[in-house]
């Protein structure tokens, strides 16, 4: 293997080494830290290296998966014309100056985007020093970051259709084997006991992302009275700042859900946002869904839910039309009907992309030029 692409100084590095970008968010980070671990399922040699920021999850999230991190500064992108908009320039002159530090200290031969802070200095780093660039978009429209970096990817990939990137290949979003080879009905016993739930009652699960939600936790309050005389239990991760305001036989509170795993093999329903991330682990794990878009932003969380509810694996309630009355009505109709039930969770399993972890990791391996070096010797 020669250099990093118009790098000379590639540090006399023999192994593959990936870059991934997708610090700033758990929506950037779990897809960037899938594909890494599949990378390294495929090529056992290669050094992967991620680069993100010191807000935000990176700090925790990665080194806790093994992967070193390099810190670089954010380049947030300002939606409006504020003070911010103008030290732009000078913060990706500096950010994409660190970044190219850092690309030629692990002897990149690829960078992998998935959006966020870090991806625009990662492309714009990687495009000045010609190495290949691979993209992932995980939302349905694009954010400004991975429009850039899609002029000068070799490869452009997305998770739904229609996010705005042209010619992107629709693959799904790389999630973690914990998920993509979930066995719910095998866990399910185990998991009922972690969380104290009845073991044969339906369960409804309900979660709002990290610090839950506010109006999704004032319906299922309203909601719980009329579930548990259904005989439906509730898990309710209400968020580490929201104290539940009902109490009831058959409702299990807890401030946040550390195993989702059990969480997705616990329940029957969820009841939950559709962030790219939460619609992509609910369908692939085959969990029937109530979908309750956030309201605010560019309308993208609908449109991240449409394909899954399109294919018959849930319903999308918008957040202003969800009360409790709503929420009793959609789940009782559902798990006291096993046979729909069956149906919507085998079209929400069908909908989703187990495999996008490696379908990307591949894709990568074949941008640096290195597909089946782990088996064939060194290319």
């Not at 993209?135 to 000068?152: M, P, S």
């Not at 972890?357 to 060194?378: K, N, Q």
Request: overall charge neutral; glycine content about 12%; charged content about 20%.
């Amino acid at each position: 293997m020669t250099g990093a692409a118009g790098d000379p100084d590639h540090g006399g590095m023999d192994n593959l080494s990936v870059v991934v970008a997708g610090g700033g968010s758990a929506g950037h980070v779990e897809p960037a830290l899938a594909t890494a671990d599949a990378v390294r399922r495929l090529r056992p040699d290669a050094r992967v290296t991620a680069l993100g920021t010191e807000k935000g999850l990176d700090t925790r999230l990665i080194p806790a998966r093994g992967y070193p991190l390099e810190l670089i500064p954010p380049v947030p992108l300002p939606r409006k014309p504020n003070a911010d908009l103008a030290r732009l320039p000078y913060r990706v002159v500096r950010s994409v100056r660190r970044t190219r530090e850092v690309l030629r200290e692990v002897g990149a031969d690829v960078v992998v985007g998935f959006g966020g802070y870090v991806a625009l200095p990662a492309y714009l780093a990687a495009a000045s020093m010609r190495l290949p660039i691979v993209v992932h978009e995980a939302n349905a429209r694009a954010g400004i970051a991975n429009k850039v970096g899609a002029r000068f990817a070799r490869e452009v990939l997305a998770a739904v259709p229609g996010s705005g990137l042209a010619g992107a290949r629709v693959i799904g979003i790389p999630l973690r084997r914990a998920i993509t080879d979930l066995d719910r009905a095998g866990l399910r016993a185990q998991a009922r006991e972690h969380f104290g739930l009845d073991p044969q009652a339906p369960v409804l699960l309900v979660f709002g992302g990290s610090q839950g939600a506010r109006s999704l936790n004032e319906a299922v309050s309203a909601a719980v009275p009329a579930l548990t005389a259904a005989g439906v239990w509730v898990l309710h991760a209400h968020g580490p700042k929201n104290e539940p305001t009902v109490e009831a036989p058959g409702y299990v509170p807890v401030p946040y859900l550390e195993r989702m795993d059990l969480a997705y093999a616990a329940a029957d329903v969820a009841l939950c946002r559709s962030g790219a991330m939460t619609v992509a682990e609910v369908s692939t794990v085959g969990l029937p869904a109530v979908y309750v878009p956030l309201p605010h932003g560019n309308g993208e969380q609908e449109l991240n839910a449409k394909p899954v509810v399109d294919a018959g694996g849930g319903v999308i309630v918008p957040d202003a039309e969800l009360t409790g009355e709503k929420v009793a009505e959609l789940v009782t109709g559902l798990v006291e009907d096993p046979a729909r039930l069956a149906a919507t969770a085998e079209a929400a399993r069908r909908s989703g992309h187990a495999g996008a972890d490696e379908t990307l990791a591949r894709t990568v391996l074949d941008v640096a030029g290195h597909v089946g070096a782990s088996a064939t010797g060194r290319t």
